[in-house]
Protein backbone atom coordinates (compact mmCIF):
# COMPACT_ATOMS: atom_id res chain seq x y z
CA UNK A 1 0.00 0.00 0.00
CA UNK A 2 3.14 2.32 1.04
CA UNK A 3 4.33 1.91 -2.57
CA UNK A 4 1.16 2.11 -4.84
CA UNK A 5 0.08 5.32 -2.58
CA UNK A 6 4.09 7.01 -3.08
CA UNK A 7 4.61 7.58 0.81
CA UNK A 8 8.08 7.92 2.11
CA UNK A 9 9.28 6.00 4.74
CA UNK A 10 8.01 8.12 7.48
CA UNK A 11 4.88 8.05 6.88
CA UNK A 12 4.45 5.08 5.73
CA UNK A 13 5.33 3.16 9.18
CA UNK A 14 2.18 5.39 10.49
CA UNK A 15 -0.68 3.12 11.39
CA UNK A 16 -3.05 5.86 11.70
CA UNK A 17 -2.01 6.83 8.23
CA UNK A 18 -2.40 3.29 6.85
CA UNK A 19 -5.83 3.50 8.68
CA UNK A 20 -7.12 6.49 7.11
CA UNK A 21 -6.31 5.38 3.88
CA UNK A 22 -7.92 1.81 4.47
CA UNK A 23 -10.86 2.99 5.77
CA UNK A 24 -11.49 4.70 2.51
CA UNK A 25 -11.97 1.34 1.14
CA UNK A 26 -14.68 -0.38 3.52
CA UNK A 27 -16.43 -2.62 2.79
CA UNK A 28 -13.60 -4.28 0.12
CA UNK A 29 -10.17 -3.51 2.15
CA UNK A 30 -9.86 -6.94 1.97
CA UNK A 31 -10.27 -7.42 -1.80
CA UNK A 32 -7.84 -4.15 -2.17
CA UNK A 33 -5.15 -5.50 -0.12
CA UNK A 34 -5.03 -8.90 -2.09
CA UNK A 35 -5.14 -6.67 -5.79
CA UNK A 36 -2.22 -4.84 -3.86
CA UNK A 37 -0.33 -7.77 -2.85
CA UNK A 38 -1.00 -9.55 -6.39
CA UNK A 39 0.22 -6.11 -8.40
CA UNK A 40 3.36 -6.26 -5.68
CA UNK A 41 4.66 -9.83 -6.50
CA UNK A 42 3.55 -9.50 -10.22
CA UNK A 43 6.39 -6.34 -10.41
CA UNK A 44 8.80 -8.51 -8.35
CA UNK A 45 8.80 -11.41 -10.95
CA UNK A 46 9.32 -8.64 -13.65
CA UNK A 47 11.96 -7.07 -12.08
CA UNK A 48 13.68 -10.83 -11.58
CA UNK A 49 13.00 -11.59 -15.38
Known sequence: MA???RLDVAT??????L???AD?????RSWV??????????QAAGNRR
Not at 12 to 17: D, I, K, S, V, Y
Not at 24 to 28: E, F, G, I, Q, T
Open 24 to 28: AWRPY
Open 3 to 5: AQY
Open 19 to 21: TRI
Open 33 to 42: ALLLRARAED
Open 12 to 17: AGTPAR
